[in-house]
Each structure stands twice: as C-alpha cells, then as structure tokens.
C-alpha cells in the first residue's frame, strides 16, 4: 500500500516557475513507477510526466507530454520518498490541479493503469 500527498501549488504569473512535491509513505516505494496528471475544469484528466523505479546500474527513466516537453522536469528522491515536478516557464493553459499516481512496474501514461492517487494539488497561472 502506498499513500501519496502532493504539495507546491499556487498561483503564479506566466512565465514562472513552481516546483511540485509528491510525498509517499510505504518502504517499497523506490520499486513504483510514479506519474503527475492534471485536470483543468471542464476537460479530462491528462498525462504530463512519469518516471520510472530507479535502476541501479541507469537510473530512471523519464516521459513527458509533449505540450510540457522542455519546460517540465521530474525527478524521485527514493531515500526521501518523494517526486518532483519542477515547472518552468508557465503558461496559463497550465493551469489545472496536478495528481501525482503511482503503480507497480513500468511507466504508463494512461491514468487507468495507476494504482495509487494523492489528492491533488492546484496550479494556477495568470497571464
């Protein structure tokens, strides 16, 4: 079982940054792949960055949507229990409350396939 607690989010003008957290309790966390999703209101959930369990020899492996591709930067702390989505240059179309998920396994970047979800946190950006 894994609980997970997002936190970071506020509102910030465009062109900004703001770096979010997912903390999660359990001991095999390291052994999750863990993804960040938004919603804005009146649109769908969507995928926007995942990493996958640290390999010991090569690390984690990293995905992004495209339309974060470059600005957007996740990265795990596993002795810490935690993932980071670092956002930069923030445009108002990101505005959305930001979900980080877990799952057993690989990466996946439909919602459907994790497992465990924070409550969310929400991101605002004004133009």
């Known amino acids: 079982q894994v609980q997970l607690v997002e936190s970071g989010g506020g509102l910030v003008q465009a062109g900004g940054s703001l770096r979010l957290s997912c903390a999660a309790s359990g001991r095999t966390f390291s052994r999750y792949a863990v993804g960040w999703f938004r919603q804005a209101p009146g649109k769908e959930r969507e995928f926007v960055a995942a990493?996958?369990?640290?390999?010991?020899?090569?690390?984690?492996?990293?995905y992004y949507a495209d339309s974060v591709k470059g600005r957007f930067t996740i990265s795990r702390d596993n002795a810490k229990n935690a993932v980071y989505l670092q956002m930069n240059s923030l445009k108002p179309e990101d505005t959305a409350v930001y979900y980080c998920?877990?799952?057993?396994?690989?990466?996946?970047?439909?919602?459907?396939?994790?497992?465990?979800w924070g409550q969310g946190t929400q991101v605002t950006v004004s133009s």
């Open positions: 998920a877990g799952r057993g396994g690989k990466t996946a970047v439909d919602d459907a396939e994790y497992d465990y």
């Open positions: 990493i996958s369990w640290a390999i010991v020899w090569s690390g984690s492996s990293t």
